[in-house]
């Protein structure tokens, strides 16, 4: 297994940015982000990752729920990108809340 870090999320996330403006018919980035359904081809995707977590969490299967929060959580970069958000406004708003909530 290589070494891994949460800068893995950026990385994927400008990844995708390249396939919004770069076309290749290999990507599946690609793929999905010029689907004949839209948006509603990736919210399909987030929506049938989320399933495919919940089946693992309730099968108390962890590398399927590693596996199937990956799916999820690659989706949902899709779907954030698609949409114009960016990481740094998900980290401002779990940055503000945590701030917010903090107890000593
Ligand atoms: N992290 C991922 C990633 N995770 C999953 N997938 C793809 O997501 C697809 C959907 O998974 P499913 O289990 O739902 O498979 P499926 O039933 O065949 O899918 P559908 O027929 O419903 O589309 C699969 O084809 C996987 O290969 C991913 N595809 C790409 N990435 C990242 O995105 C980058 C860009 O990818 P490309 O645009 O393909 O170059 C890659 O370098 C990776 O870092």
Redesign the pocket.
Known sequence: MPEADLSILN??YE??LN?KENY?E???????LNHRKGMNKILE?VG??SIETILAVRNEDHKEIVSES??LI??LLVLLAANNVTLDEIAAELSARHEKMKRD
Do not use: A, G
Request: with cysteine; aromatic share 10%.
């Open positions: 990385r994927v990844i995708i396939r290749d290999n990507s599946y980035v690609c793929k999905l995707k049938e990752e990956s799916d690659f989706h």
